[in-house]
């Protein structure tokens, strides 16, 4: 017997127990642990509704007008892939010149749903989503040297990882770090696309730069477009 055939059986029960009048409802309703309240409640129920009235109603589900649909969902998100920096309002504001209209809080329920928030959570995801990152850091100044440059390529699916010291922060350190080192170090795995933070070593990529790879614009962390390996 399930719970609700149970209350159904008990409430039966008790309300053709009190039509006896053998007891009184003062005692009837502590006798089976039922205030006096839901036992007129159930009585009520019984005349209006017969029997079949002290059956648990079947709750309907909420209504969530406000909800975004799953549609305009998977828009926002390919919208914030390409574009992780925006917030909600001028999410909203460039959607809609797109004609998709949704509300910022709309939008910004959709994020926190799926833990992208803020803006460095959201940098986090597409980091992962676009693969390889690359970056340069500056190491210090050597003797007869001069400047050192530490070039480093991640691969945000595995975290494998690859480095290489320049004494240029120029294009072509970074060229011949993705040609010369990152490409044979990822060998036999095809490099599909790199993001980088838009530093002037790689938005003065073009094309002919890097032969073996094709460029399309991506958003990055300051905002910008700028080049990414696809």
Aim: charged share 35%; net charge positive.
């Amino acid at each position: 017997m399930s719970e609700k055939e149970f209350l159904y059986q008990l409430r039966l029960k008790i309300l053709e127990e009190a039509d006896k009048e053998e007891i009184s409802i003062s005692s009837l309703c502590p006798k089976h642990h039922v205030s006096r309240k839901w036992f007129y409640k159930w009585k009520k129920r019984r005349e209006i509704e017969g029997d079949e009235g002290l059956r648990s109603k079947v709750r309907a589900a909420p209504r969530m007008p406000n909800k975004v649909p799953k549609e305009i969902e998977e828009q926002i998100l390919a919208f914030v892939e390409e574009y992780p920096t925006y917030g909600p309002e001028r999410t909203e504001a460039e959607l809609k010149s797109a004609g998709i209209c949704v509300g910022h809080t709309g939008i910004y329920k959709v994020l926190k749903k799926k833990g992208l928030n803020t803006a460095k959570s959201r940098l986090e995801w597409v980091r992962k989503l676009r693969g390889e990152v690359e970056d340069t850091f500056y190491i210090g100044c050597l003797k007869g040297i001069g400047r050192i440059y530490h070039q480093i390529g991640c691969d945000c699916f595995s975290s494998f990882g690859a480095a290489k010291v320049y004494d240029n922060k120029t294009t072509d350190a970074s060229t011949d770090f993705v040609e010369s080192h990152l490409v044979k170090k990822f060998a036999p795995v095809k490099i599909e696309r790199i993001l980088t933070d838009c530093g002037t070593e790689f938005t003065t990529w073009h094309e002919e730069a890097i032969p073996n790879h094709e460029f399309e614009k991506t958003c990055l962390p300051t905002g910008r477009p700028a080049r990414s390996s696809g």
